[in-house]
């Protein structure tokens, strides 16, 4: 049986790199981003940002394990620059992060093999000098009880180390709580062993 993965690897913060070239410079740019939008605000904010470069490839991993990803050679020759770039978001083990790399032509043209070490080089050097955090992938889920079975459903969510996020006590009370995926099964079955517990999936994050 495969064993389940409840964490991955991101980036905690924006970093940036360079990589220089016979007179062309290609400066890096590597930032967490969690949704493709996200992806495409932060890349058109670079666009904008250095509107006279020639060239802005890019490439991104979405999702906890890569479920989207995007290439982009920007009008250089293909394969030369998203491959590289997304390469090394594989090389450095990482996921919801985008980098964008925008070319300063130098006059000099570098060749398929100089402009794929070029794109790969200065890739990793933003990469290099970049933070890392490991995040959880954690279930949501909305749990509605009886108030005299607070004291037990409350035993159990300390022992499973839950996260409570919302909560509302009246007669019938109702927590919206997060729990790391690998422990979602194992919670919702001591729950629903509980009297009149019940339980609703809400989403994964």
């Known amino acids: 049986m495969m064993e389940m993965i409840d964490e991955y690897k991101t980036i905690s913060s924006p970093s940036n790199g360079i990589y220089k070239e016979k007179g062309s410079k290609f400066l890096s740019f590597a930032e967490p981003a969690e949704t493709e939008d996200q992806a495409k605000e932060i890349l058109e904010r670079y666009r904008k940002q250095y509107?006279?470069?020639?060239?802005?490839?890019?490439?991104?991993?979405?999702?906890?394990?890569?479920e989207l990803q995007r290439m982009n050679d920007d009008g250089e020759p293909s394969g030369t620059a998203g491959k590289p770039i997304f390469g090394?978001?594989?090389?450095?083990?990482?996921?919801?992060?985008?980098?964008?790399?925008?070319?300063?032509?130098?006059?000099t043209k570098l060749g398929t093999s100089g402009l794929i070490n070029a794109y790969k080089t200065a890739s990793r050097d933003?990469?290099?000098?970049?933070?890392?955090?490991?995040?959880?992938?954690?279930?949501?889920?909305?749990?509605?009880?009886?108030?005299?079975?607070?004291?037990?459903?409350?035993?159990?969510?300390k022992d499973q180390s839950v996260e409570i996020i919302k909560s509302?006590?009246?007669?019938?009370?109702?927590?919206?709580?997060?729990?790391?995926?690998?422990?979602?099964?194992?919670?919702?079955?001591n729950l629903r062993s509980t009297n009149k517990v019940k339980i609703s999936y809400l989403e994964t994050r």
């Open 51 to 66: 509107h006279d470069a020639r060239h802005h490839c890019f490439a991104w991993a979405i999702g906890y394990h890569r």
């Open 88 to 107: 090394q978001i594989l090389s450095f083990g990482l996921t919801n992060i985008i980098i964008i790399v925008v070319r300063y032509f130098g006059g």
């Open 126 to 157: 933003s990469l290099e000098k970049a933070g890392y955090c490991i995040k959880t992938i954690n279930d949501i889920f909305e749990i509605g009880f009886d108030y005299p079975d607070t004291s037990e459903v409350m035993k159990i969510i």
């Open 168 to 189: 509302h006590y009246t007669d019938t009370c109702k927590l919206i709580i997060s729990v790391r995926k690998t422990n979602a099964t194992n919670l919702t079955d």
